[in-house]
């Protein structure tokens, strides 16, 4: 078992205790308050994070539109923000010389924008006193910053700014300082130049969906029935960490690893659990699912990837679902293999989601599992004999639907396909996804 490779210490911790106690018979209430602070002091950060960081960008986004359509102005400052709380990157980009118009200078097109890193708050300030005319960029502006760090400072302070001692080197042996800073980074956080298009989302962003092959399938670990009537089930729904802990523990068990195992490690993909926001309680099924998945199968686990919207899926009707389309954010590895893990596949909408953005992000999604859902769901890749008949009695409505949900027909899970094969016409979807929303 791996439950060493979880990077959140608090969590790992807690994992491996709670393993210890499965071992050895013992209850798990002796661990509850160690597992809930740990779990939910994890969710909180990223909350915090998401929250801070997204509002921020979302704000210079704005900015940065409002500047680059103001004629009125051709330089920016790039400022730190008073509680900037380490020394790094934006230290460079503050105190630069890098057109010939002052430290921390840019002519607009050519600025940094923030957010560089998580919890950055810097932002940009229009010098409308100040022309661009005569700027010349010196690509050697941030060498030669970083080697007066060296000398005023230190070494190790002038490695802070790059992020180690192997970038900073790499600078001075004349690479790039947005080539090296990029390196290993999320692409959420690469450095971006102000007339550049926002790089990721915003909440409200209509969702990326992939084309299916049609014969996807989501694996289920245990019928509805046996899960929902656990004595577990609802506390571990609702937020009790200990609860989903040993639900998952319980039914993902030596047998169902042993039978399903092997497909999933195949790919050796990177496990991916949807963390869910259900009225005022966090969902932790799924995070914990896949945590488990990557303990006792060896694989990697992302918890960076996170639904951005509260969706209020749980318990609600076919329309609501369809109406109310779960975002995500995150950084996706280029090239890299996943395999998405929730606690409930209905509609599938959620996870045809999830794999959108993966996908439209470089990444590719190898496959699906569920703790528990309706078998006749479990096939979520859209047929071409459901399409068919979709667009022979709906099809004067894909476009409208398009516009509004920013994927055709063909993109449709098989559930959803078939929930609006139910429906009388075209105008009974409209008005029953407007009574959902």
């Known amino acids: 078992m791996q439950a060493a490779t979880i990077k959140t210490p608090g969590l790992r911790s807690a994992y491996l205790e709670a393993i210890d106690a499965m071992e050895q018979g013992r209850g798990a209430k002796a661990l509850e308050r160690k597992l809930d602070v740990a779990y939910q002091e994890r969710m909180r950060y990223f909350a915090n994070r998401i929250a801070q960081t997204e509002l921020h960008r979302a704000w210079v986004d704005k900015q940065a539109a409002e500047i680059m359509g103001d004629d009125t102005v051709e330089v920016v400052q790039f400022k730190m923000s008073g509680t900037h709380p380490r020394t790094d990157i934006c230290d460079l980009y503050a105190n630069q010389d890098a057109y010939g118009l002052g430290p921390g200078l840019y002519p607009k097109e050519y600025a940094p924008k923030p957010p560089l890193h998580p919890f950055c708050r810097c932002g940009l300030i229009s010098k409308r006193l100040i022309s661009a005319k005569g700027a010349k960029e010196n690509p050697a502006a941030g060498r030669q910053y970083l080697r007066s760090v060296m000398r005023e400072a230190s070494t190790s302070e002038a490695a802070r700014i790059m992020g180690s001692r192997a970038k900073l080197q790499a600078v001075l042996k004349n690479a790039s ?161 996943y395999w998405l893990a929730d606690d409930f596949i209905g509609q599938g909408g959620t996870m045809a989601n999830l794999r959108g953005y993966i996908e439209a992000n470089g990444g590719r999604v190898a496959g699906y599992t569920a703790l528990t859902g309706r078998q006749d769901s479990a096939l979520i890749g859209l047929t071409k004999e459901t399409l068919s008949a979709l667009r022979q009695k709906h099809g004067t409505l894909e476009n409208w639907w398009e516009s509004q949900y920013g994927f055709g027909f063909d993109r449709l899970t098989e559930s959803e396909a078939r929930y609006l094969l139910r429906a009388e016409d075209a105008d009974t979807i409209r008005n029953r996804l407007a009574s959902g929303r």
Not at 195 to 224: F, H, K, Q, Y
Not at 285 to 312: A, E, F, K, T
Request: aromatic residues 4%.
């Open 177 to 337: 300082v947005e080539t090296v800073v990029n390196m290993g980074r999320q692409p959420i956080y690469h450095v971006r130049m102000l007339s550049e298009p926002p790089n990721m989302p915003s909440i409200g962003t209509l969702p990326s969906r992939s084309l299916w092959n049609g014969d996807e399938t989501v694996g289920i670990v245990a019928g509805e029935s046996t899960v929902k009537q656990h004595p577990l089930y609802r506390e571990a729904k609702t937020g009790g960490t200990v609860a989903a802990a040993n639900l998952v523990m319980e039914l993902v068990d030596d047998a169902w690893l042993a039978k399903n195992g092997p497909l999933i490690k195949n790919s050796n993909p990177v496990i991916v659990g949807i963390h869910a926001v259900e009225g005022v309680s966090t969902n932790v099924i799924g995070p914990m699912l896949s945590q488990w998945m990557g303990i006792r199968l060896d694989l990697s686990v992302d918890d960076n990837i996170v639904q951005i919207n509260r969706v209020g899926h749980t318990g609600s009707t076919g329309w609501h679902r369809m109406a109310h389309q779960a975002l995500f954010a995150g950084a996706v590895i280029p090239g890299q293999t």
